[in-house]
């Protein structure tokens, strides 16, 4: 009588030892067993990926299509005019007389909305901006409601939009040039603004010229006040 111990047969534990040999065989042709070297060579790849991978991103950023993004932020200088009407500055703002005041606006908006395959779309929009020259205080204006139009015969060569924002203006103190064109002023008034930008077809970037405008919307902030300003600056999608 055979009074071997119980086990697995013989030509399963000759398939367990020929896999074992396969992979010993294999992890040594992957690895430096010298002394001192102990490193896998797959380890040598990772510099050459985290190289790569966020130059991947950025090209995936720059191919995606102007439809394709939701954010963009704007940056501008303008400085302040003196014409008594946005009219008059909207129809010839290179010709428009300006006074010795400046502000730089940084603006954050998002597209909530697009209509027309694309060709309209709303958006909502936050700025900061800072004045200074005659003045210097802060200034805060909430856009909830930008109209964009973004279609255009000539958009296949130069991509252009057109856009018209209507929201609040509040600075922290009551503006001196407000009051000294205007007879008097207040922190909060109705704040709108008028934009055009061009730019590379299909790319993140473009100039923007904006009228920046603060209103009193024919007395219901104030009797008197307000300001316009012609900007420009530079807008970036993303």
Same mark, same amino acid.
């Given at each position: 009588?055979?009074?071997?111990? +119980?086990?697995? +047969?013989?030509?399963?534990?000759? #398939?367990?030892?020929?896999?074992?040999?396969?992979?010993?065989?294999?992890?040594?042709?992957?690895?430096?067993?010298?002394?001192?070297?102990?490193?896998?060579?797959?380890?040598?790849?990772? @510099?050459?990926?985290?190289?790569?991978?966020?130059?991947?991103?950025?090209?995936?950023?720059?191919?995606?299509?102007?439809?394709?993004?939701?954010?963009?932020?704007?940056?501008?200088?303008? %400085?302040?005019?003196?014409?008594?009407?946005?009219?008059? #500055?909207?129809?010839?703002?290179?010709?428009?007389?300006?006074?010795?005041?400046?502000?730089?606006?940084?603006?954050?908006?998002?597209?909530?909305?697009?209509?027309?395959?694309?060709?309209? %779309?709303?958006?909502?929009?936050?700025?900061?901006?800072?004045?200074?020259?005659?003045?210097?205080?802060?200034?805060?204006?909430?856009?909830?409601?930008?109209?964009?139009? %973004?279609?255009? +015969?000539?958009?296949?060569?130069?991509?252009?939009?057109?856009?018209?924002?209507?929201?609040?203006?509040?600075?922290?103190?009551? +503006?001196?040039?407000?009051?000294? !064109?205007?007879?008097?002023?207040?922190?909060?008034?109705?704040?709108?603004?008028?934009?055009?930008?061009?730019?590379?077809?299909? =790319? @993140?970037?473009?100039?923007? !010229?904006?009228?920046?405008?603060?209103?009193?919307?024919?007395?219901?902030?104030?009797?008197?006040? =307000?300001?316009?300003? #012609?900007?420009?600056?530079?807008?970036?999608?993303?």
């Amino acid at each position: 009588m055979n009074w071997r111990k +119980p086990g697995r +047969p013989r030509h399963h534990r000759l #398939v367990t030892e020929l896999h074992l040999r396969g992979i010993l065989k294999h992890s040594r042709q992957g690895v430096d067993w010298r002394p001192g070297t102990l490193q896998t060579r797959s380890r040598s790849r990772w @510099p050459t990926i985290i190289t790569l991978l966020p130059l991947a991103l950025l090209a995936r950023v720059e191919a995606a299509s102007a439809e394709d993004r939701e954010w963009a932020a704007t940056v501008y200088v303008a %400085q302040i005019s003196g014409e008594e009407g946005w009219e008059d #500055v909207m129809v010839n703002p290179a010709g428009s007389s300006y006074v010795d005041d400046y502000l730089v606006v940084a603006a954050l908006s998002s597209t909530y909305a697009r209509y027309g395959d694309g060709a309209l %779309q709303l958006e909502a929009e936050g700025q900061v901006a800072y004045n200074f020259g005659e003045q210097h205080h802060w200034e805060f204006n909430a856009v909830p409601i930008v109209a964009r139009w %973004q279609k255009f +015969p000539w958009n296949r060569t130069l991509a252009t939009s057109a856009a018209f924002g209507l929201g609040l203006s509040y600075a922290t103190e009551v +503006p001196e040039i407000e009051v000294e !064109l205007e007879g008097e002023s207040a922190k909060l008034l109705i704040y709108w603004m008028a934009e055009i930008t061009a730019g590379p077809v299909d =790319g @993140p970037w473009a100039v923007s !010229l904006r009228l920046h405008h603060r209103s009193v919307a024919y007395g219901l902030f104030a009797d008197e006040g =307000g300001m316009n300003g #012609v900007g420009l600056g530079l807008r970036y999608h993303f």
